[in-house]
């Protein structure tokens, strides 16, 4: 039998200590071998090594046909560790959500609001990495820091991405009906989608400023949109004409400027002085100089010239205010 990577362990480790909790009658060799899709061997060692971490593990006394050994813990050691993901209680929600069963529906709110209030002290960090969950599966990108947002209108936008349902809302003041697409993270974060009343074209609106924003039942057809090509087109948010950009960073700058992450596109060598090359493709010529500014002296724009020229430009109008 082949085993599993090793970076799985650790999880199927912590994954291991709660069954062996949950089951009043422990947990077997067998058992470990046949859910985590390991050897004996290396069941055996999964076992020890979670002994090591719980001596409060312990061989039950279980009757049992073939005599296998149970194991499991004698007191409640593995409680504190315990704990529900955003992710794990979003899913139960979206049950809740589609079931038509009155009954069902009830005891899952009950039981939904229970895992909330054991939660409690964690609420905070499980509201915040709604994000992190959205960007995990696909339908946000995260390009720069973020502002604050609406974690309700977060929430609705997540479930619209999900289930391809379009969303109500005010933006404006103007009454909107759009059909999300994605969410990109700039200094501010931003709906990509088409709206209703304007054809296909496809916007991008700044979350924050929405008002009243609900889901409906009315689902829409995505077609063949890409929201990773879509971002990749752009330096932050805004589309328009594809640049070749080109950077050279300082000797001081280098070592940094080869960690940091630009672009999805980008590439970067060492040269032979020291310095540090970065090139990318993307549009949005005026965040890439907002960013480039940022870096002060030590970033310099080698191409496109039209790109160093409005670089100029920018400092000109800005030295020209003091």
Not at 21 to 39: C, H, L, M, N
Not at 280 to 306: D, T
Request: hydrophobic share 30%.
């Amino acid at each position: 039998m082949e085993d599993k990577p090793r970076y799985s362990r650790n999880s199927d480790i912590l994954e291991l200590a709660f069954a062996m909790a949950a089951r009043p009658q422990g947990i077997t060799i067998k058992d470990i071998e046949k859910e985590y899709g390991v050897s004996r061997r290396t069941a055996e060692r999964m076992r020890d090594s979670l002994i090591n971490i719980f001596p409060q593990i312990e061989e039950l006394e279980i009757e049992e046909q073939y005599n296998a050994k149970h194991w499991g813990f004698t007191n409640h050691a593995i409680l504190p560790l315990v704990s529900f993901t955003p992710k794990e209680i979003a899913n139960i929600e979206q049950y809740e959500r589609r079931t038509t069963n009155k009954e069902v529906k009830s005891e899952l709110k009950t039981t939904i609001d229970k895992i909330k209030l054991l939660s409690q002290k964690r609420n905070h960090t499980i509201e915040q990495n709604i994000e992190l969950f959205m960007q995990t599966e696909g339908y946000a990108v995260r390009q720069m820091p973020q502002y604050k947002m609406n974690l309700e209108h977060l929430g609705v936008v997540r479930e619209a991405l999900k289930e391809s349902k379009i969303v109500t809302a005010k933006y404006h003041d103007k009454p909107r009906k759009l059909e999300p697409l994605g969410l990109i993270y700039g200094e501010k974060v931003y709906l990509v989608a088409r709206e209703k009343a304007k054809g296909d074209g496809i916007y991008n609106y700044l979350l924050h400023k929405f008002e009243d924003m609900k889901l409906t039942d009315e689902t829409f057809d995505k077609g063949d949109f890409n929201l990773q090509e879509y971002s990749n087109r752009s330096f932050g948010i805004y589309q328009g004409e594809v640049l070749s950009v080109k950077l050279l960073f300082s000797t001081e700058l280098a070592d940094e400027a080869s960690k940091y992450n630009f672009h999805p596109t980008q590439k970067g060598k060492y040269n032979e002085d020291g310095t540090y090359t970065v090139t990318f493709k993307a549009s949005g010529s005026r965040e890439i100089i907002w960013h480039v500014f940022k870096w002060g002296s030590g970033c310099k724009i080698l191409a496109p010239r039209s790109l160093r020229d409005e670089y100029k430009k920018y400092l000109e109008e800005n030295l020209n205010n003091y």
